[in-house]
């Protein structure tokens, strides 16, 4: 019988462990998907910073040609 009583016990304990091994893989699942839309973003913005700094040099440029005529 105490035998039984330690087995459920020791069960019992071990799924509470379960439990929290699983929500931490989901949290860190969850991280991970946050850090990969972050690095997204930053992409997208730096792309447009690029064209934004393109366009401002065209302009810049073509006002120095025109300058120049």
């Not at 730096?46 to 040609?65: F, T, Y």
């Given at each position: 019988m105490?035998?039984?009583i330690a087995v459920i016990a020791v069960l019992a304990l071990?799924?509470?462990g379960v439990d929290t091994m699983g929500s931490a893989a989901t949290a860190a699942a969850l991280k991970k998907?946050?850090?990969e839309q972050g690095k997204q973003t930053?992409?997208?913005a730096q792309q447009?910073?690029?064209q934004a700094m393109k366009a401002v040099n065209e302009?810049?440029?073509k006002s120095l040609d025109d300058g120049i005529k």
């Amino acid at each position: 019988m105490k035998t039984l009583i330690a087995v459920i016990a020791v069960l019992a304990l071990a799924a509470c462990g379960v439990d929290t091994m699983g929500s931490a893989a989901t949290a860190a699942a969850l991280k991970k998907q946050e850090l990969e839309q972050g690095k997204q973003t930053m992409q997208q913005a730096q792309q447009k910073i690029d064209q934004a700094m393109k366009a401002v040099n065209e302009r810049s440029q073509k006002s120095l040609d025109d300058g120049i005529k």
